[in-house]
């Protein structure tokens, strides 16, 4: 059974920093793009980073110098090191493991960063 487990989540506020991980099990998942998503309520789910298996990393723009993607390909883990947080970050992060950009194989089930100001 694959499995993706996410944490780090919690309350903060603005200014502060957080670092979420995900946890992948069930399967080898060193060959495969690991990233993160995030949904706000009301709003749509948007992109937010990925890395692959070599280290090249993508980060949506709102993100950009305050979010750092890693992984650990042994342990099948990816973390999500998130500065300088604004209200807006406000959302469930979700991790997710594809082969391919924009096709996704398995989703976490989220887990939820509030920053409030």
């Known amino acids: 059974q694959v499995q993706l487990v996410e944490s780090g989540g919690g309350l903060v506020q603005a200014g502060d920093s957080l670092r979420l991980s995900c946890a992948a099990s069930?399967?080898?998942?060193?060959?495969?793009?690991m990233g993160w998503f995030r949904q706000a309520p009301g709003k749509e789910r948007e992109f937010v980073a990925r890395?692959?298996?070599?280290?090249?990393?993508a980060y949506a723009d709102v993100v950009k110098g305050r979010f750092t993607i890693s992984r650990v390909n042994a342990k099948d883990t990816v973390y999500l090191q998130m500065n300088n947080l604004k209200p807006e970050d406000t959302a469930v992060y979700y991790c997710?493991?594809?082969?391919?950009?924009?096709?996704?194989?398995?989703w976490g089930q989220g887990t939820q960063v509030t920053v409030s100001s």
């Open positions: 069930g399967r080898a998942f060193s060959s495969y793009i």
């Open positions: 890395i692959w298996w070599s280290g090249e990393t």
């Open positions: 997710a493991v594809g082969q391919r950009p924009g096709s996704v194989s398995y």
